[in-house]
């Protein structure tokens, strides 16, 4: 195999890793889960700190419902063969993963404002905008994909991104 070759294989393989890791639906879950934390849990002068551990650890709470849901769903009987329980773990733990993956941008942000290295209302409202640019990415990425015509793909990624526009809505006019 000529450098070439393995120079596509391995951006195949790294193209296949990110499509199976960060655009999902448990990817665009994940920033929207985010999302609405931060708007739940960032009102009334809330610290950056006390929002970062109250998204990470409901993140978590839910990374690991879903990967239960998962290995539950998925272990037994399937299209007439046992699936046995550590595989079916396996399964949900690699679905899973873009639950989790897709919270560390808006809690960077929010850990930078718990450091003081920005102050707290620029890190809440930063992590919220982050979110919705993920959120379009996500959308691009999603319809690209499925080779959509150009202003599709602005279209798909404009939806996406709606979600979290709609959260950012819902703080400011809940807070």
């Known amino acids: 195999m000529n450098e070439q070759q393995s120079s596509e294989q391995g951006m195949s393989q790294a193209h296949r890793i990110v499509r199976a890791t960060f655009v999902t639906e448990e990817s665009v879950y994940g920033v929207l889960l985010v999302s609405g934390m931060i708007v739940a849990s960032g009102g009334h002068g809330e610290s950056s700190w006390r929002v970062f551990w109250s998204v990470a650890i409901t993140v978590v709470v839910f990374w690991a419902a879903h990967v239960y849901a998962g290995t539950v769903a998925?272990?037994?009987l399937d299209n007439d063969r046992v699936v046995g329980l550590r595989e079916s773990f396996?399964?949900?733990?690699?679905?899973?993963?873009?639950?989790?993956?897709s919270s560390a941008i808006p809690l960077f942000i929010l850990l930078l404002g718990a450091t003081r290295a920005i102050?707290?209302?620029?890190?809440?409202?930063?992590a919220l905008w982050a979110g919705v640019v993920v959120l379009a990415v996500l959308g691009y990425i999603a319809f690209h994909r499925r080779g959509a015509s150009w202003p599709v793909k602005v279209l798909g990624s404009l939806i996406t991104a709606g979600?979290?526009?709609a959260l950012i809505v819902l703080k400011a006019v809940i807070h």
Do not use: E
Request: aromatic fraction near 8%; avoid cysteine.
């Open 163 to 165: 979600f979290g526009i």
């Open 119 to 126: 102050p707290d209302p620029v890190a809440i409202w930063t």
């Open 90 to 101: 396996g399964l949900a733990l690699l679905r899973s993963r873009g639950l989790l993956l």
């Open 74 to 76: 998925h272990h037994g």
